[in-house]
């Protein structure tokens, strides 16, 4: 099946590439192949690609354009906060707090450094909406971690966390905070000072950038050391050449859907309302995980009782559609997935839980088309 034959509803899995961002790229994969870090004229507009791209990133999240590193996506703008934690020094008590909904970005970053470092990690708890429960986190912050991090949106069932006020608790207590928010960059507004963290991490490819390609933002004067050896690019604290056309893509994507955010929201929030309307009619079991208004646009995690995700995906695949079990870099496990455990979600529902991401690319008749064939499904095997 080709991809124009395909509804595609996994939008928190990757997405479509905008076609202005590959346009834009093109020059930089073809003619403009200078490396930045030269000193001859030919090179000066890879140069400028990168500042002009810095620039737009840096607005976009209302940081100024020396607080963006650029890295080559989500999983190394997380290990390289972390890391940080560990690398700065910032206090001495060996331990990182965390969340007990964190991506494996996070987590298994977390675990290493546990096992290297001999750091301890604490995972803060969620309640069933998936929403930080602030007084245990208070309880938490007052163990005086090095670092702590705690994601803004979660991949698999939507929830948007308090990140402003758990950023303000920390830092009463002078501790770094960064947030992985590579779910929802480009997706939601997102202002790092009115959040007041001190580092965060995106990925190009979530946005309708390239893949392979992210950012980390570090607030102004946060120790940041560097995480990978080399040359002195990223001014010394991220070294090889940069991935031009990839950056400027990114730039490209992150600003159009800055400037489409509003529209784009009210779609995919119109798009999720027709599906859930038309399953919660035909199939009053059903439930619909996470926050129900602090979620992800377009971002649906849907739970049947009875019903076996795969089994589900697998028809739904077959007819040209695609979603997702739950977190996609995850989708080769078939055990129940560490979010869906802190929600607390019955073996029975977390077992039948598929999750729907809709984007912008998807038309008014999909939710309809797509909740059809999951109502047909579940109707034959009960
Ligand atoms: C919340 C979250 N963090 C990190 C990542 C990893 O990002 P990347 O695929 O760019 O490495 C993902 C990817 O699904 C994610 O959803």
Known sequence: ??????????????????PEALEAMMPFLTEEYGNPSSLYSFSRSAKKALTDARAVIAECIGASPDEIFFTS???????????????AKFHRQRNILISSIEHHAIFNTCLKIAQVHHYSITSTPVNEKGRIILPIYKEHVEEFPDGISIMLANNEIGTIEDIAQMADIAHHYCIPFHTDAVQAVGHIPIDVRDLGI????????????????????VKQN????????????????????????????????LKLNCERMSDNRRKLKNLSKTFKTIISEHLPDAVF???LIRRLPGHISLSLPGISAEGLLHVLDLQGIAVSTGAACNSKSTEISHVLKAIDLPEKLAKGTIRITFGPNNTEDQPRYIADKVIKYCKKQG
């Open 1 to 18: 099946m080709t991809a124009k034959q395909m509804i595609y509803a996994d939008n928190a899995a990757t997405t479509k590439l905008a």
């Open 289 to 291: 995980n996470g926050d």
């Open 222 to 253: 946060t120790v940041l050391k560097p995480f990978i050896d080399g040359g002195q690019q990223e001014a010394g604290r991220r070294a090889g050449t940069e991935n031009v056309a990839a950056i400027v893509g990114m730039a490209t994507a």
């Open 198 to 217: 001190d580092m965060l991490s995106a990925s190009a490819h979530k946005f309708n950038g390239p893949k392979g390609i992210g950012f980390l933002y």
């Open 73 to 87: 996506g989500g999983t190394e703008s997380d290990n390289w906060a972390i890391n940080n934690f560990v690398l």
